[in-house]
């Protein structure tokens, strides 16, 4: 999800300048994650990949919320450091599951629509988001929004990476075979997953070191929108030959 706040003390005025030109390009770069997001959900919902995938379709919905709500305020208006942390809050309970539920091996006779299967994880999501509400209704000091806010950035980081770490392994033991859009879904999941670690990271860096992480991140949203849109695009009606939807490993 695109990171809204930045933490620059003592910039001088021309890179508070730069920094107002990037947070127009941010804004028109989150406009289109929006707007390919949006495509692939309604790919998936044409496809009827919303049913053996139904985290992984919340989770694509909610970050197109949170995307549109951000580009609605716009950048270092009231509202996107609490709309931030209310997505890292929403984020860091729901992308283990996904991860699970697009990779793990289905056994034989397994029922793959269980109601726990999505039901727990998000349930677990909007408490979190609710106890992150809660709090900042409560109109703590802009330092301590911002310290939660950091907490929380990191959080969601470590999280990201033992995700990323998860796919690794599935990927290292090998999979059944399946059908290319689950191929597809899967290739999109860890290629956003890696990059949102490296971004991360990155990000975290930089802002030790008292530097823009801008540039970088724009690289990332860029890259996403570049392969959400390649997902879109690949997806294609099954043919009744392939392997089942739910089981498998990336070509």
Not at 39 to 52: A, K, V
Not at 128 to 135: I, L, M
């Amino acid at each position: 999800m695109p990171r809204f706040y930045s933490k620059k003390h003592g910039a001088r005025r021309a890179a508070k300048i730069e920094t107002m030109s990037l947070d127009g390009i941010e804004q028109i770069l989150i406009g289109a994650v929006v707007t390919v997001t949006a495509f692939l959900l309604l790919r998936m919902m044409m496809l009827r990949l919303h049913d053996p995938f139904p985290l992984f379709t919340v989770a694509l919905g909610l970050g197109a919320v949170f995307d549109g709500a951000a580009v609605f305020l716009g950048s270092q208006q009231p509202g996107t450091l609490e709309l931030y942390a209310l997505s890292l809050a929403v984020d860091f309970f729901l992308a283990p599951f996904v991860a699970l539920e697009l990779f793990r091996t289905v056994h034989p006779g397994e029922d793959e629509k269980q109601s726990w299967r999505f039901i727990g994880p998000i349930a677990a999501s909007l408490f979190a988001g609710g106890f992150v509400v809660s709090y900042l209704t409560a109109n703590p000091e802009k330092e301590a929004r911002e310290g939660v806010v950091f907490i929380a950035f990191v959080l969601d980081t470590l999280m990201t990476f033992c995700v990323l770490g998860y796919l690794i392994s599935c990927l290292r033991r090998g999979m059944q075979p399946v059908e290319r859009n689950v191929r597809w879904l899967r290739r999109l999941f860890f290629l956003t997953t890696a990059a949102d670690a490296i971004d991360n990271f990155v990000e975290l860096n930089l802002t030790f070191l008292g530097l823009s992480e801008k540039p970088v991140h724009l690289t990332y949203v860029g890259f996403v929108i570049v392969i959400t849109a390649a997902c879109a695009f690949a997806l294609r009606k099954p043919r009744t030959e392939d392997a089942p939807a739910s089981t498998g490993t990336p070509s």
